[in-house]
């Protein structure tokens, strides 16, 4: 008995293992982000979400963690609009890059979490989480930069080119197509692969 939860416990570690690697390679390739004019798309959300419903919760924070630390560093030079929030305020850019990530990652797992409780089939649960990665990143991210930055001369200046009218104004207009194409990209692939990973691999009874 003991074997089989070290087992686990290890396979568990593994996967997180490899999923951290392939976090870090696509922050720091182009496989990570599409950038063109002032649009800044990641899938960097994808690998969070499987490892989230794959691993669990505390697994999915872990990994949303390193997805936020990741995007920070972006802000040194890769990231144009990161650059300008971090010469404005960098402890208030690190809360912006960090804990939404980490909180996405977290509340993807236990969404997954609670749906397969009653979704037996589960293919509910796959589709709803990995979708609502992609939302509950761009709304926690979204919400942090506004209580941030939203005063600050260089938000106020996007917000005027935009037209926006308020703050909630401002974040759909801002979001617009990029955070439609991660919706479809984190359903399409986070709910493929984790399906397929959840079939073939050994998991956690307690998560299953």
């Known amino acids: 008995m003991l074997n ?20 870090l390679l696509m ?8 950038r063109f004019g002032g649009l800044e798309i990641t899938f960097l959300t994808v690998p969070v979400i499987i490892g989230a419903i794959i691993l ?33 305020n960098p402890v208030l850019t690190f809360i912006v890059c960090f804990f939404p ?3 996405m990652g977290l509340c993807c797992g236990l969404i997954f979490k609670g749906l397969s409780v009653i979704d037996k089939t589960k293919i509910v649960s796959f589709g709803a989480a990995s979708l ?13 930069l506004v209580v941030c930055f939203y005063h600050t001369e260089y938000i106020q200046s996007i917000v005027t080119a935009l037209g926006a009218a308020n ?6 207009l801002f979001v617009g197509l990029q955070g439609l194409v991660e919706a479809v990209v984190c359903f399409l692939v986070g709910t493929a692969v984790s399906k397929a990973l959840h079939r073939f691999l050994p998991v956690n009874p307690s998560h299953a």
Not at 137 to 143: I, L, P, R, S
Not at 167 to 172: D, K, T
């Open 101 to 103: 990530r980490t909180l």
């Open 27 to 34: 922050a720091f390739t182009p496989l990570g982000y599409i």
């Open 167 to 172: 703050p909630l104004h401002f974040v759909v």
């Open 132 to 144: 609502s990665g992609a939302l509950l990143n761009t709304v926690f991210f979204m919400t942090s």
């Open 56 to 88: 669990g919760p505390v697994e999915g924070a872990i990994l949303g963690g390193v997805f936020g630390l990741t995007s920070f560093f972006q802000c040194f030079g890769m990231s144009p609009f990161g650059a300008t929030l971090l010469s404005i």
């Open 4 to 23: 089989s939860i070290n087992s686990t416990r290890i396979g568990k570690m593994v996967r997180l293992a490899i999923l951290i690697a392939i976090l």
